[in-house]
């Protein structure tokens, strides 16, 4: 892959840029964003990913391979924070100043490339957090300095920086190439993770015994469903391959979506089946993701497990309910929504799920935050009735949820973008990799079932692990 000098001819053109840039907010007497992009030659964008994370930068990585569309951003030019309820609201008044006069060189424009912001949110702002999702606040989004976009045999580049009237643009451009240099460099890999020690963070019969407990509530009526989770830790003798760890995953899972969001040592990454949505050219799509069986040795089985999946009323139940719940939260901002009848199978690599595909027309004015905010939680991670069963998760789960089973993604300047339900999931941190797996819990529902497939959905991240 061409070096960045080679890209933007020399220094003093991408210096050239940013001083217009410059100019610009000295007549408009505030910051502003600058944005460049061109088209380069195609990289590997894993490796790209695993030089930012092993130089310790804040890098974010996206991609699902049938789709042929992956994002890789490395560095901060600008990190929007934002605590509490209103952390959508926020982020969207923030993004829509730094837009306002920003200078943006785009000449392809092709969805995904130019600026764009990137990053996630927790599962519950109210939850107390605790220091293992230390870096990874109520809301984070990232602009990064460098950002590629891979679209079909397409790849480009594009710089971001937020800079003022007294900037150095110099500067600005040597630390723009030094850090595109240094992910197109060869990097070294000695290390496997060697053996895996596997450690439950809360006993497996206080996590049955809790299940049990919600089941019987919900069977006598005080909640239609919650969603319970468990996390698990593994510790490696060797530092985890983030990079390897991905590629595992793309290539286990290539209908799924793979991200990864790095702050400095640690790495939160999975390979989700559950898009929450996406909106592009007004077009907005989603999946209903609720009920789970294993996947069968043979077609046989196979097919046998999935015709009981099909027309299983526990999970048939549970599924219907997300399936009402994202349909009540499209009408609130699209001007038209279509639900089919059925649902279907979606058969991954160890698991199978009902999926029923949604998709919506957007209303003017609104954009991708209105319908995160609209859709998070769903009840296939929350449960019914919404505050409710978010209220029993908070006081009987003893988990930290942190980013698990919430939104990550990204948007652009449009409010456009994709984003995914974090599941399948991971943080890694060194050696160690914190685990997270939930299930949805009913009235009929069997604590030791329910362990089993908590235990199901851990195995995705455990075999890339293993694998690294």
């Not at 020399?10 to 007549?27: C, D, K, M, P, Y």
Request: hydrophobic residues 40%; proline residues 4%; negative net charge.
């Amino acid at each position: 892959m061409a070096i960045a000098t080679e890209i933007f001819t020399s220094t003093t053109e991408l210096e050239n840029i940013f001083s217009r840039g410059v100019r610009q907010a000295a007549e408009l007497g505030k910051s502003i964003l600058v944005s460049y992009t061109v088209p380069i030659e195609a990289a590997n964008p894993i490796e790209l990913f695993g030089r930012a994370h092993q130089r310790n930068q804040t890098a974010f990585f996206w991609s699902r391979p049938d789709s042929n569309f992956t994002l890789v951003g490395a560095g901060s030019a600008f990190e929007i924070i934002t605590e509490g309820e209103s952390r959508f609201e926020t982020a969207a008044r923030e993004w829509r100043e730094l837009l306002q006069d920003a200078l943006i060189i785009n000449e392809d424009d092709i969805w995904g490339s130019g600026p764009a912001l990137m990053g996630g949110y927790s599962f519950d702002p109210l939850y107390k957090r605790t220091s293992l999702w230390k870096g990874y606040p109520d809301g984070l989004l990232i602009l990064p300095k460098v950002q590629l976009t891979f679209s079909g045999e397409r790849c480009y580049l594009t710089a971001n920086v937020h800079l003022n009237a007294n900037t150095d643009t110099w500067d600005k451009a040597e630390d723009i190439i030094q850090l595109y240099n240094a992910l197109v460099q060869p990097a070294h890999r000695d290390y496997e993770p060697g053996k895996l020690k596997f450690e439950e963070l809360l006993p497996a019969r206080t996590w049955k015994t809790i299940v049990e407990t919600t089941a019987e509530d919900i069977a006598n009526g005080k909640f239609k469903k919650v969603v319970l989770a468990r996390a698990a830790r593994v510790t490696a003798e060797n530092k985890i391959d983030v990079a390897r760890m991905l590629s595992r995953l793309e290539a286990s899972y290539p209908t799924a979506i793979t991200y990864a969001i790095s702050r400095g040592e640690q790495c939160f990454a999975g390979a989700t089946p559950e898009r929450l949505v996406r909106l592009q050219g007004g077009l907005v799509q989603t999946m209903a993701l609720a009920g789970s069986m294993a996947r069968g040795v043979t077609q046989e089985e196979d097919n046998r497990l999935g015709d009981s999946l099909m027309n299983s009323g526990k999970d048939r139940s549970e599924h219907a309910i997300v399936v009402g719940m994202i349909k009540e939260a499209f009408e609130k901002v699209c001007s038209e929504v279509n639900v089919p009848e059925m649902p279907q199978l979606l058969k991954l690599k160890n698991v199978q799920h009902l999926l029923t595909p949604v998709i919506g027309r957007l209303a003017a004015d609104k954009s991708i935050l209105q319908l995160v905010e609209q859709l998070h939680p769903t009840p296939a991670v929350g449960g019914l009735p919404g505050r409710e069963a978010i209220a029993a998760i908070r006081e009987r789960e003893q988990l930290d949820r942190g980013w698990y089973a919430a939104p990550v993604g990204w948007l652009d300047r449009r409010f456009e973008g994709e984003f995914a339900v974090a599941l399948r999931c991971a943080l890694v941190n060194g050696k160690e990799a914190t685990l997270f797996a939930g299930c949805g819990i009913m009235g009929d529902s069997n604590p030791d079932s329910e362990y089993a497939e908590s235990n199901l959905k851990m195995r995705v991240m455990l075999s890339a692990i293993e694998n690294s």
